[in-house]
């Protein structure tokens, strides 16, 4: 369908990169020499790789590229490859020849592991990387995961964060289910800088096991077939589908947003 899309090109003619805004991506990790990631990375400037020290004293050891919060060290690989295939479409470097061009052609990209091989985590855990994104100077959260059951902490994790100036980026969820009537968290939090995004498909309409609810999901964007950085090697793509892929859409622009309009809060 004509005009399926993001409108990147129109949106690239004023602002295509973000080089000084840190995406904070809450996953299953990344496959940190990709050949079209590694260039995007965030490194802690304040960590000395390879020395099993913690060295800027935030609690993780050689934290360099991100954290692994079920360690507590800097062991981000990714072992399910919803992380990495979710950096590709945030921030995937282009003009570089090689494989998909992200939303944001540069930008920071931070990488926070809690999620295992199988796509499971604890909400502690999320919380805890939630804590580290805004200690560590994160501008935009991505949160491609949800659970039903209310969390005070979560809440609590996501309101530090928007007192920091930060944006939390949400995937509404995958069960076809309106989120008005079955509250699915973290999209459902009732906070000013969580934005809850559906998906769509090639025909601008609403992918059928996409989440969706008038009150509590704020749009939608490309989540079908997405083809994007895969793991198991440095040149590996594929494509995925999820209200996820959609939430690393919104959250890429979300850095053109903020490269644009530094002085920008999540308020305004």
């Given at each position: 369908?004509?005009?399926?899309?993001?409108?990147?090109?129109?949106?690239?003619?004023?602002?295509?990169?973000?080089?000084?805004?840190?995406?904070?991506?809450?996953?299953?990790?990344?496959?940190?020499?990709?050949?079209?990631?590694?260039?995007?990375?965030?490194?802690?400037?304040?960590?000395?790789?390879?020395?099993?020290?913690?060295?800027?004293?935030?609690?993780?050891?050689?934290?360099?590229?991100?954290?692994?919060?079920?360690?507590?060290?800097?062991?981000?690989?990714?072992?399910a490859g919803h992380g990495?295939?979710?950096?590709?479409?945030?921030?995937?470097?282009?003009?570089?020849?090689?494989?998909?061009a992200g939303v944001a052609?540069?930008?920071?990209?931070?990488?926070?592991?809690?999620?295992?091989?199988?796509?499971?985590?604890?909400?502690?855990?999320?919380?805890?990387?939630?804590?580290?994104?805004?200690?560590?100077?994160?501008?935009?959260?991505?949160?491609?995961?949800?659970?039903?059951?209310?969390?005070?902490?979560?809440?609590?994790?996501?309101?530090?964060?928007?007192?920091?100036?930060?944006?939390?980026?949400?995937?509404?969820?995958?069960?076809?289910?309106?989120?008005?009537?079955?509250?699915?968290?973290?999209?459902?939090?009732?906070?000013?800088?969580?934005?809850?995004?559906?998906?769509?498909?090639?025909q601008d309409r609403l992918?059928?096991?996409?989440?969706?609810?008038?009150?509590?999901?704020?749009?939608?964007?490309?989540?079908?077939?997405?083809?994007?950085?895969?793991?198991?090697?440095?040149?590996?793509?594929?494509?995925?589908?999820?209200?996820?892929?959609?939430?690393?859409?919104?959250?890429?622009?979300?850095?053109?947003?903020?490269?644009?309009?530094?002085?920008?809060?999540?308020?305004?």
């Open positions: 369908m004509p005009d399926a899309d993001i409108d990147a090109p129109e949106a690239w003619d004023l602002q295509s990169r973000a080089p000084n805004v840190v995406v904070a991506l809450i996953d299953s990790g990344i496959w940190r020499t990709h050949e079209d990631l590694a260039a995007n990375l965030w490194v802690n400037p304040g960590e000395t790789p390879g020395n099993n020290l913690d060295d800027d004293g935030n609690g993780y050891v050689d934290d360099v590229y991100g954290v692994n919060v079920t360690t507590g060290t800097g062991a981000i690989g990714d072992s990495t295939h979710l950096a590709g479409i945030l921030g995937a470097v282009t003009d570089n020849g090689k494989g998909v052609w540069q930008v920071q990209i931070m990488t926070c592991r809690f999620l295992d091989s199988a796509g499971q985590g604890a909400i502690s855990d999320a919380v805890a990387c939630i804590d580290y994104a805004r200690l560590m100077g994160a501008h935009v959260i991505n949160a491609s995961w949800v659970t039903t059951e209310p969390s005070t902490a979560l809440e609590l994790a996501v309101a530090s964060a928007r007192e920091a100036g930060m944006v939390f980026v949400a995937g509404a969820g995958n069960d076809g289910q309106d989120n008005d009537r079955a509250p699915f968290y973290p999209p459902n939090l009732p906070l000013d800088n969580v934005i809850a995004v559906a998906a769509t498909d090639a992918w059928s096991r996409s989440n969706f609810g008038a009150a509590n999901v704020d749009l939608a964007a490309p989540g079908v077939n997405i083809h994007s950085t895969f793991f198991i090697a440095d040149n590996n793509y594929a494509a995925m589908t999820g209200s996820s892929q959609a939430a690393a859409f919104v959250s890429g622009a979300a850095a053109l947003v903020r490269a644009a309009y530094p002085a920008a809060t999540p308020r305004r």
